[in-house]
Nanobody
């Protein structure tokens, strides 16, 4: 399976960040239970943003729940992230990733939690 993130590298404060994850080699409705968006700010741990399951369920990290939206286009094999009202805390490398087991509720994810992930896309926030 291959995942590829795409989107703008620069977003203005208070605007919406829109990212696309294009999937090849696997079906987003038949394979892998969780299709997640994660990010890694400079010098910090990975942070889980949210996921869509292969059944169409979605869930979000509590701190980002009010600003994040994830959905799928099953016909195109893509899933999407919108992060609304971006702030100076949002610059990071953003990744889409797949996994079959739930992530920990008490500790940040690590790369070993994921079966596969894309190359990432760097996002800056600036006016």
């Amino acid at each position: 399976v291959q995942l590829r993130e795409s989107g703008p590298g620069l977003v203005e404060p208070s605007k919406t960040l829109s990212l696309i994850c294009s999937v090849s080699g696997a079906s987003i409705i038949d394979e892998y239970r969780y299709w997640s968006w994660i990010r890694q700010p400079p010098g910090k741990d990975l942070e889980w943003i949210g996921y869509a399951t292969k059944f169409g369920e979605v869930a979000y990290s509590p701190p980002l729940k009010s600003r994040a939206s994830i959905w799928r286009d099953t016909s195109e094999g893509q899933f999407f992230l919108h992060l609304f009202s971006v702030t100076p805390e949002d610059p990071a490398d953003y990744y889409c990733a797949i996994h079959d087991t739930p992530l920990s509720d008490t500790s940040p994810p690590t790369w070993s939690d994921f079966t596969s992930w894309g190359q990432g896309t760097h996002v800056s926030v600036s006016s």
